[in-house]
């Protein structure tokens, strides 16, 4: 699939209603485990048409499956084509990283839905707008040569690190490690609100 690029979406459906809480970019291409690659949220090169497009077809996803509860999609994606790599209808390890770039707990939420508690009764579709981007790094084990690692579908990373800033080249620098006294994720969600 050379050329590809690889999206993953999460989201919560409560049986009727499917809210999307967030699309992420992968930046290694098509066929690198997403265990071992970077990814960043809010996606950077995506059209305004193609993220349409990506929300549309995971909330038919999600309707149609009859998914209650967490679901995690993965999408590669060519010019303005579309492709479904796989749903999961399940949490994933994008999860804690999605909710602390949105400042909320989507496993609450998600079992508040599984419980019986409507979405729209829990306020989610009017959440303010984080001017941030995060980016959600592997961390592979000091055991471990990464020099001879080859990456593809097998995972190899041990653990993951965030890195949140408060635009894109901002991010990419301190993902560089080009950066001085780092807030938290607290201090600069409250800063955004």
């Known amino acids: ?3 590809f690029k ?3 979406v999460d989201g919560i459906c409560d049986g009727k209603n499917v809210f999307i809480a967030g699309i992420m970019e992968q930046i290694e291409p098509v066929g ?5 690659s970077k990814c960043i949220f809010p996606p950077f090169s995506l059209s305004k048409r193609v993220k349409e497009s990506i929300l549309n077809l995971s909330e038919e996803l999600a309707s149609s499956l009859n998914i209650l509860g967490l679901f995690n999609i993965q999408f590669a994606i060519k010019d303005n084509d579309i492709f479904v790599i796989e749903v999961n209808p399940r949490a994933s390890r994008t999860i804690p990283y999605l909710s602390k770039s949105l400042g909320i707990s989507l496993v609450k939420i998600a079992t508040k839905s599984v419980l019986g508690v409507p979405l729209t ?3 989610v579709f009017n959440l303010k707008k984080q001017n941030l981007f995060s980016m959600k790094k592997p961390v592979f084990s000091d055991v471990l040569n990464t020099n001879n690692l080859k990456s593809g579908p097998e995972m ?3 653990g993951e690190k965030m890195i949140i800033g408060n635009s894109f080249n901002n991010l990419m620098n301190k993902s560089k ?7 938290s994720i607290q201090e600069v969600h409250q800063e955004n609100q």
């Open 177 to 183: 490690g080009i950066y001085i006294n780092p807030k």
């Open 121 to 123: 009764h829990q306020n």
């Open 32 to 36: 690198i485990h997403s265990g071992d």
């Open 156 to 158: 190899f990373s041990t």
């Open 6 to 8: 690889e999206v993953e």
């Open 1 to 3: 699939m050379k050329g």
